[in-house]
T-cell receptor, first 114, second 108 residues
């Protein structure tokens, strides 16, 4: 059974704190993604990674950074959390190449910034 | 850049009635389109993709290049179809761009 695992289901942080969201996949997928999910706005891409040590900005990268040191792990970092980063964060992975479009998602990490 | 628009945030139909969730996309090259679904307390998962031309759980979606649409349809809605539905398009052969989502509620 394929699996994308996000380390924290629920987090509560204070404004200005540094936040790490971890994601691990066991499918040997090259591509990994971080989205945030907000009501009425759908899923918006924050960052994605084609492969190890490679990253590319998505549509809303401001205030975020990522790390991909190993193929199976993709971390999202909030350097200084702000209240407008309160959201559900979804990690996903996908095999590289054309017509392999299925994304496999984690269960999500709900972050509340006070 | 490819964009996806789902005009309805909420859609409510009665059990047994037909359902159609609308999706329009901006055209750039040959689009590859998907529908994803998120049931209550479950993770987001693929429902169907246009290149497969398949029917999943009674749902179908036809790519209409003339209208740049990829509407999701089911002739007879069931209560278990209640969920959040997202239309998505591949951009640049690597990343998926999602629409705003439609929350479908099937009333008994």
């Amino acid at each position: 059974d394929v699996k994308v695992t996000q380390s924290s289901r629920y987090l509560v942080k204070r404004t200005g704190e540094k936040v790490f969201l971890e994601c691990v996949q066991d499918m040997d997928h090259e591509n990994m993604f971080w989205y945030r999910q907000d009501p009425g706005l759908g899923l918006r891409l924050i960052y994605f990674s084609y492969d190890v040590k490679m990253k590319e900005k998505g549509d809303i990268p401001e205030g975020y950074s990522v790390s991909r040191e190993k193929k199976e792990r993709f971390s999202l970092i909030l350097e200084s959390a702000s209240t407008n980063q309160t959201s559900m964060y979804l990690c996903a992975s996908r095999k590289a190449g054309p017509h392999t479009g299925e994304l496999f998602f984690g269960e999500g990490s709900r972050l509340t910034v006070l | 850049a490819q964009r996806v628009t789902q005009p309805e945030k909420l859609l409510s139909v009665f059990k047994g009635a037909p359902v159609e969730l609308k999706c329009n996309y901006s055209y750039s090259g040959s689009p590859e389109l998907f529908w994803y679904v998120q049931y209550s307390r479950q993770r987001l998962q693929l429902l169907l993709r246009h290149i497969s031309r398949e029917s999943i759980k009674g749902f179908t979606a036809d790519l209409n290049k003339g209208e740049t649409s990829f509407h999701l349809k089911k002739p007879f809605a069931q209560e278990e179809d209640s969920a959040m539905y997202y239309c998505a398009v591949i951009q640049g052969a690597q990343k998926l761009v999602f629409g705003q989502g439609t929350r479908l509620t099937i009333n008994p």
